[in-house]
């Protein structure tokens, strides 16, 4: 064979290589037949207009696999292959998925998003600049709960916050909640049943279920989770959100924290799992202790996270377990690595250390506050007394209910209409949706910038208008 033409697409694969990918799909289809000589290298480039060494490269690549046999002073032959190997057939392309309803949304109002101006990157470069140095002496693959300095940290920080006086040795670190439930999960009993609130955190469900646990839905009054449907269920761990049932805002009192936990004293392997995701951003009234700091039972799991203090993306979270878990962790998982990197332990650890989460929250606390008046006061001018506000005294969300609405559905809807997206209550419920409180919606506002906000409220009167 005198030569062979070929294309080559500029700034693709390297030149060998695509070189050789087309003199291999040329025997595979048949069209080079076994036998034949291939042009030589130098008279190849030539008419390729590429060097020598990029062909010789492509020849030596289809030697290696069998596709040629390299003969010295003769040159390159095709090997006869097995069989003639079919040209691969082109994959059908895949259906389009169809636009979500709420791609064109302009502003999102869902819950677990954060102002991202609050992160400061300067800050945190800082800080690595001081960590970075001392870094060589913690490459190892660490504690398995976690790195002790860490760990003295948030606990100081929850002594101090959340009146939880714990030790750093019961603490254990991973990468975020999901991973330290399915950690959970293993230490309460294979067979233990969990309770989960509903209306409560959708994810939970996904994770105990992959986690192979059964699970059970107990239902709210104004305090939180029911005890009479709590012991009605059967389950053997209740997992509750008492200082800000999510997403109904409810605040569990005093009263019921002690009826739940001693619902848990009453039988051997009964725990509560508290989880305080954004107890952080309360606004008004005393700060209310940890259920752990208040009952110091045995009985109580301490589930924390960064996620809302500083951002979803900070795959940190923390739990605080009681002896019993403790050892059956430091046995089931002992020689496990911690699932948070080595740096950003200890970027966090200087990050507390310094005081600094301390004054990030209190700027997010002020930042937050101040957000959440304007909307208020933004949705009271444009509906007064027909949206009734509650849940929004403590975190990043509130729930709001229109009289005589048109429904929750048609509510969400025709707000997506006009740009603005969010969920209702019911998409949050398990069960019976009919107990939950007609035409409302949960409106997650950390996100939303002081600009957006009158648009967005002028966006949802015009479309709520003719409810």
Known sequence: MDTLTFTFEPGGRPLYEQLYRRIAAEIAS????AGERLPSKR??????QISVNTVDGAYRMLADEGYLDSRPRSGFFVLALPRTLAAPTPRPAAAATPPSPDAACRYDLRTGLVDPDTFQPDLWLKLARKVMPRMGAHLAAG?????????????????EFRALDASPDQMVVGAGMEYLLGLLAKLTGDGAVYALEDPGYPKLRTVLANSGVAHRFVGLDEA???????????ADVAYVTPTHQYPMGITMPVGRRLELVAWAEERRGR????????????????????MTGLTRSEKVVYIGTMSRSLAPSTRCAYMVLPPALLA????????????????????LAAFIGDGLLVRHLNRAR???????????????????????IHGANVGLHLLATLA??????????????????????????????????????????????????????RRLAAAWATA
């Open 271 to 290: 725990y509560i799992v508290e989880d305080d995701y954004d107890s952080e951003f309360r606004y008004a009234g005393r700060p209310v202790p940890s």
């Open 43 to 48: 008279a190849l480039g030539a008419h390729l």
């Open 224 to 234: 939180g989770m029911r005890p009479d449907r709590l012991r009605a269920s059967g």
């Open 328 to 347: 059956a962790f430091r046995q089931r998982f002992g020689t496990y690595a911690c699932t948070v990197s080595m740096l950003e332990q200890h970027l």
């Open 143 to 159: 504690d398995p709960q976690g790195e002790r300095v860490l760990r003295e940290g948030l606990t100081r920080h929850l002594r």
């Open 30 to 33: 048949g069209r080079l037949k």
């Open 404 to 457: 005589g609405g048109p429904g929750e559905k048609a509510m969400k809807a025709r707000a997506a209409e006009k740009g603005v997206r969010l969920a209702g209550v019911t998409d949050f419920a398990a069960s019976d949706a009919a107990r939950l409180p007609r035409n409302t919606v949960v409106i997650g506002y950390a996100a939303l910038h002081d600009a957006e906000i009158a648009p967005v409220v």
């Open 366 to 388: 002020t930042l937050y506050r101040r957000r959440r008046e304007r909307l208020l006061d933004a949705l009271g001018g444009a509906f007064g007394d027909r949206l009734r």
